[in-house]
């Protein structure tokens, strides 16, 4: 079982589009991140969310710490090409001494012209 | 400007043999780590370091073995490879292992390991 759960792991979605994923998970989180993976490629880091309620937001991405600290999501308004990739949430559970970073399992965005 | 680095991109073993996967980074960060993806799956952590001399298990250590004897490097050595050891393997570093705002985690590209 994972202990961060994306949704949807598959998005096939039209340019102009907008769009949802989440990352859900019981525990709570001391931080999340969220990362964009291509082919062939690492994963880089998007943001680092600490807050509980917090909003970040990178020109069309809006990204949100939950409340309670136990979920995020990320939604992409006007999806282009080239937003298409792998969105990886992960999370440092408030549990854990600090340096375990704890990965959903992804959810792979394609974006049709 | 090399950030982090991983040899080989790409490797083939069979079953049995043992290997090492390269990691160095040059940007002086104390927390280095490994892991590995696998389809469905997401990145699973192998180990991890906080600093020379001192390492730790991640999630899946079983099968691998590391020692951070500089700063720099975090070779990751798969002791008696076996199929289910087929995966991409990522090298990750950051300033420190506190995942607070603004520390950021390095990855370098990955290396594909097939064991046949």
């Known amino acids: 079982t994972q202990l961060l759960e994306q949704s949807p792991q598959f998005l096939s979605i039209q340019e102009g589009e907008n769009l949802t994923v989440y990352c859900n998970s019981s525990?709570?989180?001391?931080?999340l991140q969220w990362y964009r993976q291509e082919p062939g490629e690492g994963p880089v880091l998007l943001v680092t969310v600490v807050t509980g309620g917090e909003v970040k937001k990178l020109k069309r991405l809006t990204f949100q710490f939950g409340d309670a600290r136990k979920d995020s999501s990320l939604h992409i308004t006007a999806a282009q090409p080239g937003d298409t990739g792998l969105y990886l949430c992960?999370?440092?559970?408030?549990?854990?001494?600090?340096?375990?970073?704890?990965f959903g399992e992804g959810t792979q965005l394609t974006v049709n012209p | 400007n090399a950030g982090v680095t991983q040899t080989p991109k790409f490797q083939v073993l069979k079953t049995g043999q043992s290997m090492t996967l390269q990691c160095a980074q040059d940007m002086n960060h104390e927390y280095m780590s490994w892991y590995r993806q696998d389809p469905g799956m997401g990145l699973r952590l192998i180990h991890y370091?906080?600093?020379?001399?001192?390492?730790d298990q991640g999630e899946v250590p079983n099968g691998y073995n590391v020692s951070r004897s500089t700063t720099e490097d975090f070779p990751l050595r798969l002791l008696s490879a076996a199929p289910s050891q087929t995966s991409v393997y990522f090298c990750?570093?950051?300033?420190?292992?506190?995942?607070?705002?603004?520390?950021?985690?390095?990855f370098g590209e990955g290396s594909w390991l097939t064991v046949v």
């Open positions: 525990s709570v989180f001391s931080s």
């Open positions: 370091s906080v600093g020379a001399g001192i390492t």
């Open positions: 990750a570093s950051s300033y420190s292992f506190q995942q607070h705002s603004g520390n950021t985690i390095y």
């Open positions: 992960a999370g440092l559970p408030q549990e854990t001494s600090g340096s375990r970073l704890t």
